[in-house]
């Protein structure tokens, strides 16, 4: 069995892409040791690329390839994977080299090895085989043939489920988060804006994505924007009953609402906001949806302080809702932060009945109370960040639908 990649010379850098002091990643590490200490984990793979990020600051496109953050209690993080991806590993963690360890590219996408293989003879290599191993088993990232393939080269661990220890850990934000975050909702006030500037009938949807893409990237005073986790949702007319619908090369047309859900993306902190574009007079039933849904957006918002439930959120929203005849069954909102592909959600909170979270200032979520009927749909959201006074939203952008002739 081939073994790790080990012995990298330093290059003397100065990790130029780390987005935050030393000092809050090493918080960072601490707390979530002590999370692994309260749950009798000795060691953690970790393989989602945002919990990795947030460890390590590791930030590259190379998680369609298998690589972790190895976490063991009393050292360092070890950053794992592609040996072609070593490089830029050591420009972005804030650890030393001797922390970088690879797999050849001989185990990239072979049908007779796998990579975490060699994660496992550098786990025994570090006399850590008989500990207690914590793995994200519902990871997007993280396949069965992953976890078959650590049990066999480790058949005396114990491994148990360690899903969502660390994406806990990021519930609530540091100042140097929400400054990103703030920063996202700058972008993403842009995108809205120039969305608004270009949409009419006649216009092609890939278009306006074009546009959309352009602003996002092109970001906002002196805050350039990065690739979103979730690219933009528009679907149109009927179309609009479904919630995760994207583009085509079709045109917006004369008497159909259109919602664009997008988000703007600052150094992967993330700041979705969805709007509705109506082309057209609206009926009077979509216009009953849209106060309903105002009236719901601003009770949820004044309910999102510190002290009070996720379910407090869910539960002041619905009650307007009720009062104009109408309900919503999904969950209207979830935790945000830092993301990768394919989902800008933290996978933690959910603002739905049971959900009996406390928030604390400083947690962020996309509250996002979209309504899809047979024929047609209308998403209004917020990003918003747990404050005193109820929410704060993180972008400025009017809530009520445009209507254009």
Known sequence: MEQPITGLPSVGIDVPGQDFELAEYLRRVDETKRAMERAGFDLLVISDPSNMSWLTGYDAWSFYVHQAVVLPLGDDPIWFGREMDVSGAR???????????????????????????????????????????????????????????????????????????VNWRRAVKSPAEIDRMRKAGRIVEA????????????????????????????????????????????????????????????AFCHGEATYFEIAGCYRRYHCPLARTIHLGRPSDQFRHAEEALLAGIEAGIAAAKPGNLCEDVEAAFRDQLARFGMEKTSRCGYSIGLSYPPDWGERTMSLRPGDRTVLEENMCFHFMPGLWFADWGIEITESLRVAPGGGETLANVPREVLVRD
């Open 91 to 165: 420009r972005t963690i804030w650890m030393d080299a001797s922390r970088v360890e690879a797999y050849p590219d001989s185990y990239v996408h072979a049908a007779d090895r796998h990579p975490m293989d060699v994660l496992a003879a550098l786990i025994r290599q570090k006399g850590w085989s008989r500990r207690t191993i914590g793995v994200e088993k519902d990871n997007h990232y993280f396949t069965a043939a992953c976890l078959e393939s650590l049990v066999r080269g480790l058949p005396v661990a114990s491994f148990r489920d360690a899903e969502g220890l």
């Open 191 to 250: 995108m809205h804006a120039r969305i608004r500037e270009v949409v009419a009938p006649g216009v092609t949807k890939s278009e306006v994505v074009a546009e959309i893409y352009r602003a996002g990237i092109r970001g906002v005073d002196g805050a350039p924007g990065t690739y979103p986790a979730i690219v933009p949702l528009l679907p149109s007319g009927a179309a609009a009953s479904a919630p995760h619908l994207t583009w085509d090369e079709t």
